[in-house]
């Protein structure tokens, strides 16, 4: 049971370039979520999925996109990096969306030069 | 729109001593989170608390959820070097959810 799964660890990129940061978890959980760390901030939400098939905005969505593959994966994809968005990224998932304990990945840095 | 305020934004405290954060809303929440996020970690739950006036106890942490559902405290007693990082509410109102901006805890030993 490794709860919830983040790849890559550590990305660098150069503006412009596009990518994908995955995300998968393994407890059933209806809800996932992508948020972004900015250094010594607080997280921000960028998109959550409330159940697979759905997805919603959150605070901060400009400058990227995201998947529900199906109920264990949520995809974030930025599609033209900007040094605006060099942060750390978490995925979260949670039972109910909105109303309960979340559980976070352990992160991907992300680097945009 | 929904926002909450957490002081202090930094604390450091000798070893032994005890320490406070506050969550502040603008406007009354229907439940609140608390997390903890260890230097260079990913945050982790520690508590939910839902009922007016709430006050749930994990060991040394004490949480409690104002009458009005419009703060929260989480106090710490006796602070460990193990305490260290950073502590996070999370405001699940209408606005979906909103993270406190963290109260970074950094304990001397």
């Known amino acids: 049971n490794a709860g919830v799964t983040q790849t890559p660890k550590f990305q660098v990129l150069k503006t412009g370039q596009s990518m994908t940061l995955q995300c998968a978890q393994d407890m059933n959980h209806n809800s996932m979520y992508w948020y972004r760390q900015d250094p010594g901030m607080g997280l921000r939400l960028i998109y959550y999925s409330a159940s697979e098939g759905t997805t919603d905005k959150g605070e901060v969505p400009n400058g990227y996109n995201v998947s529900r593959l199906n109920k264990r994966e949520f995809s974030l994809r930025l599609e033209s990096a900007a040094p605006s968005q060099t942060s750390v990224y978490f995925c979260?998932?949670?039972?109910?969306?909105?109303?309960?304990?979340?559980?976070f990945g352990p992160g991907t840095r992300l680097l945009v030069l | 729109g929904q926002q909450v305020m957490q002081i202090p934004q930094y604390q450091h405290v000798q070893e032994g001593e005890d320490f406070t954060t506050y969550c502040n809303s603008s406007t009354t929440l229907s439940n609140i989170q608390w997390y903890k996020q260890r230097p260079g970690g990913h945050p982790v739950f520690l508590i939910q608390l839902v009922k007016s006036g709430e006050v749930k106890k994990q060991k040394r942490l004490t949480f409690q959820f104002g009458e009005a559902k419009k703060n929260s405290s989480l106090h710490i007693t006796a602070t460990q070097t193990t305490d260290v990082g950073t502590y996070f509410c999370?405001?699940?109102?209408?606005?979906?959810?909103?993270f406190g901006t963290g109260t970074r805890l950094k304990v001397l030993a």
């Open positions: 999370i405001s699940s109102g209408t606005y979906k959810y909103i």
């Open positions: 979260a998932s949670g039972l109910l969306a909105l109303q309960e304990t979340q559980y």
